[in-house]
């Protein structure tokens, strides 16, 4: 179980190094030198925040990366939805299967409790917070 995954890792460091630019256009390759992430998740993290309008792209020569949004209005829990699909620390999964007693084991209950509160305190922390 991973809280935040790669990709979004990848994505939360990318957005924070553009906010930091404050507009001026960033291109992928100097994300890719400055945070020595390998450029093939770069161009995928990129494609994917620019298609889900955290970032606009800029064709061409002087073109490059900004954000979409003010960092305010970003929240580290966008990402995560974007690329891990939220939080889910327990999958009580057999075998690619649900497990048959999903719906009565006493775990389940307090680990969705625990996930309710941890969703809870990180839907609060926006880009801002790490500008």
């Known amino acids: ?63 490059g990366f900004v954000l979409a949004k003010q960092p305010k209005d970003i929240y580290l829990t966008d990402l995560m939805e974007i690329f891990q699909g939220g939080v889910n620390l327990n999958e009580c999964t057999l075998h690619k299967m649900k497990c048959p007693n999903v719906s009565v084991c006493p775990l389940r209950k307090k680990i969705k409790n625990i996930e309710k509160h941890v969703i809870s305190e990180l839907s609060v922390i926006n880009l801002a917070a790490f500008v």
């Open 1 to 63: 179980m991973k809280l935040i995954t790669r990709d979004t890792d990848y994505a939360l460091r990318a957005v924070c190094f553009i906010a930091k630019k404050r507009n001026k256009k960033v291109c992928a390759s100097e994300l890719v030198e400055e945070l020595k992430i390998p450029r093939s998740f770069m161009r995928k993290i990129l494609q994917v925040l620019n298609r889900e309008g955290i970032l606009t792209s800029h064709k061409g020569i002087g073109g």
